[in-house]
């Protein structure tokens, strides 16, 4: 077991550009979730996949972010046309949830990204 | 909706002092409390957590939290702490064992 592993650890793009980043969640872990932070701030829920289905995005997610699960196994986040103020640190994390028991949420490492 | 308010930014503390950690929360459902510490260059980390039961929980590195359900709170205690604690720690609330939305973070300064 490696964790949850994502890429790239840095991304510097400029503003107007399109961005993708990768996230490997922990092997079996049926639950894939992104959160943003920017500096001074916790972590933000952007969206989650049960297997391959989005669950839920929160409203954060506008309509230049786009994430995907095809297999229920990596997931991809794409911001289109990047904007300065989507300057942050993007975390993965995964967990293995069965029924309505609890199970942790396991973070990686993130993708700073830092848009000119 | 949940917030969550950590109203400390930074608490600098000496080395083998007592620290208390700050958490509020507010909801109007049943809650999940957790705090999550992050180390320097290091991903977030699950520290401790309340589920239900006992509502004071312990981490295997001294910290303890309290549930106060009276109050809305859930602060991190440790009675003694070192050099290693230096990090940022985030309170975290979920509704159901979904998403966590997480207070602004705490940065913990230990000194010698």
């Known amino acids: 077991d490696t964790g949850v592993s994502q890429d790239p650890r840095h991304k510097i793009t400029k503003r107007g550009q399109n961005v993708t980043f990768r996230c490997d969640p922990i092997s079996e872990h049926n639950r894939l979730y992104w959160y943003r932070q920017t500096l001074g701030q916790g972590p933000e829920f952007l969206t989650y996949?049960?297997?391959?289905?989005?669950?839920?995005k929160s409203r954060l997610l506008s309509d230049r972010f786009s994430a995907e699960r095809p297999k229920g196994s990596f997931s991809t986040l794409e911001i289109q046309r990047t904007e300065q103020g989507d300057s942050a640190m993007y975390l993965c994390?995964?967990?293995?949830?069965?029924?309505?028991?609890?199970?942790?949420?396991?973070f990686g490492p993130g993708t700073r990204l830092t848009v000119l | 909706a949940q917030s969550v308010t950590q109203l400390d930014s930074q608490v600098p503390v000496f080395e083998e002092a007592p620290v208390e950690l700050r958490c509020n929360y507010s909801?109007?459902?049943?809650?999940?409390l957790f705090w999550y510490v992050q180390y320097p260059n290091q991903g977030l980390q699950l520290l401790l957590k309340?589920?239900?039961?006992?509502?004071l929980v312990e981490s295997i590195n001294g910290f303890e939290a309290e549930f106060n359900k009276s109050q809305t709170s859930f602060h991190l205690r440790k009675p003694s702490v070192h050099i290693s604690d230096t990090a940022e720690y985030f309170c975290a609330v979920s509704v159901g064992f979904q998403k966590l939305v997480f207070g602004t973070g705490t940065r913990l300064l230990v000194s010698p």
């Open positions: 909801s109007s459902v049943s809650v999940y």
């Open positions: 309340y589920l239900s039961g006992s509502t």
């Open positions: 994390a995964s967990s293995l949830t069965t029924g309505s028991s609890y199970n942790e949420q396991f």
């Open positions: 996949f049960q297997n391959e289905a989005q669950l839920e």
